[in-house]
């Protein structure tokens, strides 16, 4: 299902009022679209980019890196002879050349254990190639919306998991009815942030050092 600001907003603010969200609510949809950002921003541990240069192509201006953790992996296709894993792309990132859309592949929180990527098609002929085949498998493309890891992670019978990087809309730019690049799990994750932030009640009791001072207790 599609997530948009707009949509969270609301569902936000029917919990905070109730269930009868109404004009004169404390809280107002700017505040709540903004905390929505900020929650998203930090769940993804965004990192902004002013402009990304594309070779071949304008620079594009109003991007993020973003990080999606532990994505499951599946065996690849005709496993028993390719031993190569794959994943579906977490989110639809922005459409760049030269294999830019995905910043960063590798396995569950070790980033320095990451892979390189190979454009479509090449892998195969590295490696009927006698300088490169003796090479450590250590490369991944993707086609579609599916990565392709050249790599045997299911031999130790384990689920493997990877993280991955990908440049989608900035969020603080995306608009109230675009889609938000996150997972479904990241839905109840970010409005609970949000809730959180607006049910602490304000302190109101009064401390030793807000009495008033001597002069004007009289």
């Excluded at 769940?43 to 953790?69: F, R």
């Amino acid at each position: 299902m599609v997530v948009t600001k707009k949509i969270l907003v609301e569902e936000i603010r029917r919990i905070l009022s109730g269930g009868n969200p109404s004009s004169r609510d404390r809280v107002k949809d700017a505040e709540i679209a903004l905390a929505i950002t900020d929650a998203a921003n930090v769940l993804l541990k965004a990192e902004a980019t002013s402009t990304m240069a594309v070779q071949g192509q304008p620079n594009i201006d109003g991007l993020a890196i973003v990080l999606y953790e532990g994505i499951p992996l599946e065996r690849g296709v005709n496993w028993d002879k390719t031993r190569t894993a794959q994943v579906a792309l977490p989110v639809r990132p922005m459409m760049l050349k030269d294999g830019q859309s995905v910043q960063a592949v590798y396995p569950t929180g070790l980033p320095h254990l990451g892979y390189f990527y190979i454009p479509e098609g090449i892998f195969r002929s590295w490696m009927s190639s006698r300088y490169v085949a003796p090479l450590h498998k250590r490369f991944y493309t993707y086609s579609g919306n599916k990565i392709i890891i050249y790599d045997d992670l299911f031999s130790s019978g384990e689920s493997p998991s990877v993280d991955i990087k990908l440049v989608v809309a900035d969020i603080n730019s995306v608009g109230d009815n675009d889609p938000l690049p996150i997972l479904p799990e990241h839905r109840a994750a970010i409005i609970k942030s949000v809730i959180d932030m607006y049910s602490v009640e304000p302190d109101t009791n009064r401390r030793e050092t807000d009495q008033l001072s001597p002069s004007k207790r009289n």
